[in-house]
């Protein structure tokens, strides 16, 4: 079993902003002491839920220097426990080193991008020529993107953002030969795979269940099931601050072929794990 979605920072918040200074990510998302993890918590929590492998994303970082931290000390954690963590990296295409610093975190077994935040980042998702470059590296190496995702209906909540259906599926009108990963339900634009268009236009994205249980009613599994597949779901916690004890719970009365597709077979193809 793969948890996909899963976040350690390399200090603490105010440690962070005293070593680099003002950063959006931490004074939006950790202002109200939202949990934060160590990499030994992360893998306690994996033994106890009998979770073989996370991978550790980066943040939507507006920081540089912090983005580049970011960004080694999850290689670098990934590469002390390489039976149990997979890097993905920071990308912000505003930066003058973006590319630079993605090619590096390839180079050192980063596996996928992100996650992003577009509204934290204030990228322009409709803008080509911003993320073209960023783009092509990842379809080179046969690299995924995930992308940060909010709902346009429901309460507030810190890093919600708007990174809803419609500015995501221009974006991926834009690139739709990269995999493309929509973190939390995609914001519901899952639902929208029931428009004929929408569907073709979305055959490399996949939905991860990040904060599921803070956000959709359990039924949400078996609804997104039958219009997508489970082919295209991938189980993701959101750890720290959602326990994946508490989705898989949610998940447990799916047929086994479903369950096995979203938890570990679909996240395997995409990083090329088998």
């Not at 350690?8 to 934060?36: A, D, H, R």
């Not at 979770?51 to 290689?75: D, P, R």
């Not at 959101?238 to 086994?256: A, Q, T, W």
Request: hydrophobic residues 40%; charged residues 20%; aromatic residues 10%.
């Amino acid at each position: 079993m793969i948890d996909s979605h899963t976040h350690i920072l390399p200090n603490k918040p105010n440690k962070l902003i005293e070593e680099f200074g003002e950063e959006k990510v931490l004074l939006e998302m950790f202002s109200n002491e939202q949990k934060i993890s160590t990499p030994d918590e992360l893998m306690e929590s994996m033994n106890l839920n009998n979770i073989q492998k996370s991978i550790v994303l980066g943040y939507g970082w507006t920081n540089f220097s912090l983005l580049q931290a970011s960004n080694q000390f999850n290689l670098n954690i990934a590469q002390k426990n390489t039976s149990k963590l997979i890097p993905f990296f920071s990308i912000n295409p505003m930066f003058k080193g973006n590319l630079e610093e993605m090619e590096k975190c390839i180079n050192l077994g980063g596996k996928g991008a992100g996650e992003i935040h577009p509204s934290i980042q204030e990228l322009d998702m409709y803008e080509k020529n911003i993320w073209k470059d960023s783009l092509k590296l990842l379809q080179e190496n046969s690299l995924p993107l995930i992308i940060h995702s909010s709902e346009p209906v429901g309460h507030m909540y810190p890093g919600k953002g708007t990174a809803y259906p419609e500015n995501i599926y221009k974006f991926i009108k834009l690139f739709p030969d990269n995999t493309i990963i929509l973190a939390h339900w995609g914001g519901g634009l899952l639902f929208y795979e029931l428009m004929k268009e929408v569907k073709e236009i979305s055959k490399n994205v996949y939905y991860d269940t990040a904060a599921s249980s803070f956000l959709y009613n359990p039924k949400i599994f078996e609804l997104a099931i039958d219009i997508v597949g489970s082919e295209k779901i991938i189980f993701g916690s959101d750890f720290p601050i959602l326990s994946p004890k508490r989705i898989l719970n949610e998940m447990k009365n799916l047929k086994e072929q479903d369950l096995m597709n979203i938890t570990e077979k679909n996240i395997k193809n995409i990083l090329n794990l088998n």
